[in-house]
């Protein structure tokens, strides 16, 4: 017995020590980074340059931390119970108004960053974000449907994929497993109240109640629901048609020429991916250095050569090839985008609903 | 909730009736040929469960050869023009979840099957019984307590499996986890989400409390027996 004593009281004093210890080393090793400026970004997976957060380092001395998340709804997720310690993020429109009612952002000092006058003028004000006190536009783009071009013309001969209803509607008999919905629950419903005839925020009982009835009756129509891997599905040949954003569509079109996409005559979502700095930021000053070097024309032109979203940067555009601003995937005619709409933060009782109704459909 | 009961409870027999004779095999093969034998069943534990899922997408995918063998006797034996395919259903559910749970099986089985005294066996020969009898009346009762050890540790992971249905389930494969997640990430629901961990966490504790009870009462039995 007295063996097990000793043993767990030295246990026990082990676990104080390694407790002291832990204490002072956060501390020790704070104090020699005291002179070295740090920065924290949290963003999208595959979302920047493959030397961008290097030739940062260079140009300003600053090191980076680079941690990833896999949508929006996770980064929100995460800062919501306090801050972890990141300094710039890159949330998307509808977050952005999330975050900004949530009180979780910073706002922006204009005057630190000066590159913000290479941006269009469109994305110099927001609905989402009144003055753009909050956010910097990083790359926008919209959500539409992203196909097999031969698949589709088997099927349908010349006539257009023009519309929702072949993904949602009594058209999708047509591609009956063939079809990959979006778990974006915000982008599904969205896409499926336009093709209603509906505002892509339409908070009306009776429209989203129709929708859910469409989406249940069409439901055995669809192979999945797919993730963020919808762009996948269609490259390894499981889905012909998929809900999903042009950037990823744009990717494996570069694999797979006879993969393309189109934005519903409907219109679809159109969406934009701001910096901001999160509430709580220990590195404010290193934060907007990095907001303004990546708003550098010649910085974010190089992002937009990596990962083929188009750019708001009016400065960074006039160094792209005519063949990236000429491209239909990337940049959607100006029909397009007046009929489509941004996806507002509607309410939290909103998102709850939103989530109900999948679930309910999901489930029958 | 329902869904994912019957996907966990057929997971685990799936596994049960895969794992005894792999189990049985390891136990009974050349000593120097088990610990071999042992290693390929926990090989695949060295690679994360993600990277698994995602090699069998592409193993069972439409375009891979197995899926269009099996494509090929489906269409020959129903008459059906289409097939539905392994993946993206709620077949590529269970074969995912199987996969990634068997080694949880066949340890148990085997660690019972190792120890179990042979002549026991030899004993139900001798007098006369089939080899079926042998199984049934005496090798799957001296190792039930292993059986049932072999259930739990696989039926518990299964039935709050997220990665596997998100990944190679369809439309109507919405697990608890999946759910969970959606409360939690998406509808911002804290409340809900913890309450149905919580109904998880009440599962496992029912189970475990099931089996101890179990074992007490066949531990007592013996005691009266002897």
């Known amino acids: 017995m007295p063996l097990t004593t000793t043993a767990r ?130 790359f926008w783009g919209t959500l539409g449907i992203g196909y097999r071009s031969d698949a589709v013309k088997a099927v349908l001969g010349e006539a257009p994929l023009d519309s929702w209803q072949y993904v949602y509607g009594a058209d999708s008999a047509k591609f009956a497993g063939k079809i990959a919905w979006a778990s974006d629950v915000s982008a599904l419903i969205g896409c499926g109240l336009k093709m209603l005839g509906h505002s892509l925020n339409s908070t009306d009982e009776a429209a989203l109640k129709q929708l859910e009835e469409t989406l249940i009756a069409n439901k055995k129509n669809v192979r999945t629901i797919a993730g963020d891997n919808g762009q996948e599905l269609l490259l390894a040949g499981e889905v012909d048609l998929a809900i999903d954003f042009n950037g990823d569509i744009k990717q494996v079109s570069t694999e797979e020429p006879k993969i393309t996409y189109v934005v519903p005559k409907e219109g679809g979502q159109l969406w934009e991916d701001s910096w901001c700095i999160a509430k709580g930021a220990a590195n404010i000053a290193e934060a907007h250095e990095f907001i303004n070097y990546i708003l550098t024309p010649e910085v974010h032109a190089d992002i937009a050569k990596e990962v083929g979203y188009a750019l708001p940067n009016a400065k960074a555009k006039a160094l792209m090839d005519a063949a990236y601003l000429a491209d239909p995937i990337i940049f959607p005619s100006d029909e397009v985008v007046k009929v489509s709409e941004y996806a507002k933060y509607l309410s939290e009782e909103m998102s709850q609903k939103y989530t109900d109704i999948i679930t309910r459909v999901r489930a029958a | 909730m329902g869904y994912s009961l019957w996907i966990a409870l057929l997971t685990t027999l799936i596994c049960l009736v895969i794992a005894y004779p792999v189990a049985l095999v390891v136990a009974f093969a050349a000593p120097k040929w088990r610990p071999l034998l042992l290693l390929l069943v926990i090989l695949p534990f060295w690679t994360n469960l993600l990277v698994r899922t995602y090699a069998l997408k592409s193993v069972l995918g439409s375009s891979s050869p197995l899926s269009q063998l099996a494509e090929g006797i489906y269409k020959s034996v129903t008459g059906s023009e289409t097939f539905p395919g392994l993946i993206l259903n709620d077949l590529g559910v269970i074969i995912g979840l199987v996969y990634v749970h068997l080694p949880f099986m066949v340890l148990p089985l085997y660690t019972a099957l190792e120890k179990l005294d042979r002549s ?105 027996r002897a």
């Open chain 1, 9 to 138: 009281a030295s246990r026990r004093s082990f676990l104080k020590h390694s407790l002291t210890v832990a204490a002072v080393v956060p501390l020790a090793s704070r104090m020699a980074w005291a002179a070295e400026r740090k920065l924290n970004i949290y963003n999208f997976d595959t979302y920047i340059g493959p030397t961008t957060l290097e030739s940062f380092s260079k140009a300003t001395g600053i090191t980076t931390r680079y941690d990833l998340y896999a949508d929006n709804a996770e980064l929100f997720a995460r800062l919501r119970e306090g801050n972890p310690g990141y300094d710039v993020i890159c949330p998307t429109n509808d977050t952005v108004e999330r975050m900004i009612l949530a009180d979780l952002l910073v706002p922006l000092d204009h005057s630190k960053i000066p590159n913000l006058a290479n941006l269009e003028p469109r994305f110099m004000d927001a609905a989402y974000d009144k003055g753009r006190k909050y956010s910097a536009t990083y």
């Open chain 2, 120 to 224: 026991y066996l030899e004993a139900s020969l001798d007098l006369g019984a089939s080899q079926w009898r042998t199984f049934f009346q005496v090798m799957v009762p001296l190792t039930l307590p292993a059986i049932i050890a072999g259930c739990i540790i696989t039926f518990i992971p299964a039935f709050g499996a997220l990665v596997t249905p998100a990944l190679l389930g369809g439309t109507d494969s919405l697990m608890i986890g999946s759910l969970i997640e959606d409360q939690i990430k998406r509808a911002n629901n804290w409340p809900l989400g913890s309450a149905l961990s919580m109904l998880l966490v009440y599962a496992t504790f029912l189970i475990l409390a099931l089996q101890s009870w179990l074992s007490e009462r066949r531990a007592r039995r013996t005691e009266l």
